[in-house]
């Protein structure tokens, strides 16, 4: 039984464990940490984007790898130093607004808790923005509201001015009256509350938009190209009321339609419907891609 126990023994004389020591686990807690918490700053931006498309890039190396494309692989071999140039470049916005941050020691800022994943704004701001978007259009006043969901805003919440206020219809009608100060622009909503108004958004260059179309439906379809928000546009010529997400318009749109998307905005509970509204539906309404 003892030359059987010593046996086993020198069968795992290789398997050493390392040595372990209360700095090292320290160490160790304070990587998870940061790793946790950039990840989801990340996902607050988008970087976001960003990583998803890193990672399908990843997964083509790795088949080009197994199965020897040898013309993949160069390519890949003498893209990757340009590569990384350029997501400095493109992502500049993102990598001042953290350095800022730490700088200022605003260490919370950076690593705060990822947002909520409950209910973005209550029925009532729901309700008052239809409303108010609603008065709108029925007398021709032109709106662009940007409803913010996963992704942060604040890069174009700067380009404006801060309001930090409740949302109400009356709010909404009164900036976007003509000749008031701060009718020129979009106004951004965070939650319950509208941050900022007369806000510069990012013009689509999306050619297969319709020539029609003017700068505030391309600005609206800008924004959600380059963000998971939802914008609402009220045409000044025509009164009629469109949604931009993901790069998409979708044009006159009535009260039911507009209702269902805030309802997917809000993030509440809702029927497998409702979701498809940007999915398998949208082909009954007029699309733009």
């Known amino acids: 039984m003892r030359a059987f126990i010593d046996n086993v023994k020198r069968s795992f004389d290789w398997v050493s464990l390392p040595k372990f020591a209360v700095t090292d686990i320290i160490e160790i807690l304070l990587i998870a940490f940061l790793i946790y918490h950039l990840i989801n700053w990340i996902k607050q931006t988008r ?96 709106a662009l509201i940007v409803i913010e969901e996963k992704v942060s805003l604040d890069e174009y919440v700067h380009t404006g001015i801060a309001l930090d206020s409740i949302v109400t219809s009356a709010l909404l009608i009164n900036i976007f009256e003509h000749n008031t100060p701060l009718h020129d622009g979009a106004v951004i909503v965070r939650g319950n509350r509208a941050v900022a108004a007369t806000c510069i958004l990012p013009v689509s260059e999306n050619m297969r938009l319709s020539k029609e179309l003017g700068t505030r439906h391309r600005a609206g379809v800008g924004v959600s190209e380059v963000s998971d928000c939802l914008t609402i546009i009220v045409s000044e010529e025509t009164g009629k009321v469109a949604l931009a997400q993901r790069g998409q318009l979708i044009r006159d749109v009535d009260e039911n339609l ?32």
Do not use: C
Not at 100 to 109: K, P, Y
Not at 265 to 286: D, I, V, Y
């Open 47 to 142: 970087a976001w984007y960003l990583v998803k498309g890193l990672v399908m890039l990843l997964i083509v190396w790795i088949a080009a790898t197994l199965f020897e494309f040898t013309a993949i692989l160069w390519i890949f071999r003498n893209a990757i130093s340009v590569g990384i140039i350029a997501i400095f470049i493109i992502f500049q916005p993102e990598l001042r607004k953290a350095l800022e941050q730490l700088g200022q020691n605003r260490i919370v800022g950076f690593f705060g808790a990822s947002k909520s994943t409950g209910e973005r704004f209550s029925d009532d701001t729901r309700e008052e923005i239809i409303a108010a978007v609603n008065s709108m259009a029925s007398v021709k006043t032109g």
């Open 258 to 289: 507009l209702r269902s998307k805030l309802n997917v905005s809000q993030n509440k509970t809702t029927t497998g419907g409702a979701r498809k509204l940007f999915g398998k539906e949208w082909n009954n309404h007029e699309r733009q891609a």
